[in-house]
């Protein structure tokens, strides 16, 4: 069937559905619209069979859901309406969620209803995002697939399934129909009380905007969005107190203990002050609109506020908020690392390269690398990127601490390496588990392989080296050319993934463990490591790996300096969510020839 996706933006729910519906043959094209003169053109252009709309914040116009069958997914229950539903499924402690497939009609989320999947909702609420990216992702698959099947056996034309339409059976109501309309939740509805409010009740508060729009609030004077709450529950202070920072994150004091806050975003337009190890000069530059760790979002006002550093190997005996986390267990250590949205910013990537190092010097066999559960990777950090002051050049730094990071990876002889994905992963960051010996992923991980889509960006990360290794020549410059996400079926089978398992996160880790633990047990595992240290032997004599660097970084040093803006335009429309702000006073690109020049003779 022609089915044309209209969906505000080509998120995780639009491309799973796309990778699984275009996986049972059927022929799916994305138009991302914001407009319904671009639904309409979009429309007459693809005369699809069918329309999704798998995440709009607009309603279908009549013009196009008079004449075609147009399917919304809406991550409510039955009955549920409104734009806000998962912020107030956390909010008022749902125990119980879903999705429901609906079609578009004249009242507003109120069409009939092709199908209905509900989910479990855990006592200690995920953040909005997250859920997102779990359950309601694979109850909107579901449903998708169920109401796809109904049309394709012919049950709608020939009138033999009829949906139900959800604005007849409202007045008189229906045992099924659990739902009611909810209305738009208002930064009033999420407003915290320092003085009042439980931690409980602020992780809750801000898990229900996250990622968007945030928990507007003010902190230091200075008022901000706040995301990425965790539980903290050894240090306590004043309410509202700003009490320790660690990583990024800062921690404040709360009635009955305290919360960490990853991530803030400034309400109104303000600056911060670069001047930090490895981020650049001190010159200061407007970051209203970007969402960045706390503490360079705070900046100065943090003067005499204690750092509270946690060692990655600490025991995981109280909650509080850690990146990275390393265990060891029967000869296999566990490096997991969980950053905000997947992106690596150039000092998490060296402390991840530092970690890394440190699994290695143990007494182990096998390490096993976790990236979050929602992402595995994204690669560097565009919004840590754009809210510096030169934004080429520390693009030139973060490219070259994720490279470093790989390096070691890549040169590990003492060790086996596994890469388990969890989560989804893109751009540098689906080529990151490349450099181990074993990639296996959990069904339902969308891959993104490529960089183009960045303004023409060429990408580093030794995706030259790795990426044909695995899938050969031809099929990496497909990948990476195309712009296409992939599913772990397909990357299976063209050897990008060693294997896919597990019906859902916990039993993916569960055999992931298993594997891991056979291996390092394996009778042949000198054998194994010995075949590995000479084909890397072998394929140094042929190619040494600082020649792939090299020259990838000569591409990228056009795409970062060069006279084609292409690559810093893009990421400002991509960080600012397409509205990007006048370019203001910030300083001009620097060549950094000698730092480009002194980087390459690093590797070469």
Known sequence: MRILFLTSAHNSLSQRLWVELGALGHEIRVCVVATDEAMIAAVSRKSPELII????????????????????????????????????????????????????ADEFDAGPIWASHEFALEADPRAKSSLYRGPVTEAALRGVIEAVARIESGEFRSGSWRAEKLSDVLPQGSPTLRGCLRPPMRQADRAIDWMHDSTALIVRKVRAADSAPGVLGTLLGKSCFLYGAHEEERLNGSAGQVLARRDGAICIGTIDGAVWI????????????????????????????????????LGPLLRGVPEAPLPIDAPADHRTIREIVYTDDDEVGYLSFDFYNGAMSTSQCYRLRDAFLHARSRPT??????????FWSNGIDLNAIEACADPAAESWRNINAIDDLIFEILNTMSHLVIAGLRGNAGAGGAMLPLAADYVYARPGVVLNPHYRGMGGLYGSEYWTYTLPRRVGQRRALELTLSCRPIGTRAAREMGFLDDAFGEDTAAFEAELRERARRLARDPEFRVILRKKHERRLDDEFIKPLANYRAKELDRMQVNFFGPDPAYHEVRRRFVFKGNPPPQGTRAPIRTAVEAINKSLEAVS
């Open 365 to 374: 066999r096998v390490i096993v690398l976790l990236g979050g559960a929602d």
């Open 262 to 297: 990853s991530h803030l975003k400034a309400k109104a337009q303000g600056v911060i002050s670069l001047a930090q190890p490895g981020i650049g000069d001190a010159e200061p530059y407007p970051v209203a609109g970007i969402k960045l760790s706390a503490t360079q979002v």
């Open 53 to 104: 709309a798998p995440m709009l914040k607009i309603a279908i116009p009549e013009e196009v859901w008079s004449r075609h069958l147009c399917l919304i997914v809406h991550p409510g229950i039955n009955g549920d309406r409104g734009p806000s539903s998962l912020d107030w499924a956390i909010a008022n402690h749902e125990k119980i969620w879903g999705v429901t497939i609906l079609e578009a």
